[in-house]
């Protein structure tokens, strides 16, 4: 059973940085695609970024182009979002997801709970 | 960045079939495939279709979709009120290089 647990979220002042974490159990990691996914309260779901599986390509929103990094640790079994200069405007419920049968521009079979980030002062 | 267009709001009473739209260009629904969403109040999204049109393992057969062109849509039949949650369609689009998500439709039963 693939199981997804994010951590690292919490509360950032503007300008501030994070640093959120996503352990995924239960399939073989490094061959695919995971994505973060936020949702601000209540609003609707927002894509942020994606790297994909063996070749480590990466793809961000325009809103956080430049400010987030996404990585992962193959042999830990994780995935990585720095998140630097935050605004208000990230504050949101993220979501880790992945699939295990497609590329990056499949579907989010599996989800986490997700991790909470708050920004403000 | 642009998101797919769903209407905000549909109804329906039990027993009832509902269809969701999902409204998109060339670069993404008329490109990629087009998935589906559920999210049930407080809880995290989980997938209802994908690839167009295909339903995963434990998705009911009452749950249908279909794509033309640059739209799609999501068919609920028999409506039960477990089925009143928000819907998201999602899409790659090949000229941003990125996901793109509808609003979301809110599904009142």
Redesign the interface.
Known sequence: EVQVLESGGGLAQPGGSLRLSCIISGFAFSEHPI?W?RQSPGE????VS?ISGPDYLT?????VKGRFTISRDNSKNTLYLQMNSLRAEDTALY?CTTVEN?G??????Y????TLVTVSS | ?SVLTQPPSASGTPGQRVTLSCSGSTSNIGS??V?W?Q?LPGT????LI??DNQR?SGVPDRVSASKAGTSASLAISGLRSEDEA?Y?C?A?DDIL????????TKLTV
């Open positions: 994505h996914i609707g779901l927002e894509w994606t793809f961000y929103a325009d809103s979501y497609g990056y521009a499949d579907h989010f079979e989800w986490g709970q997700g | 960045q990629n495939g998935h969403y999210q995290a999204p989980k997938l994908y690839r995963p928000d998201y999602a790659w290089r990125g996901w793109l998500f509808g609003g979301g």
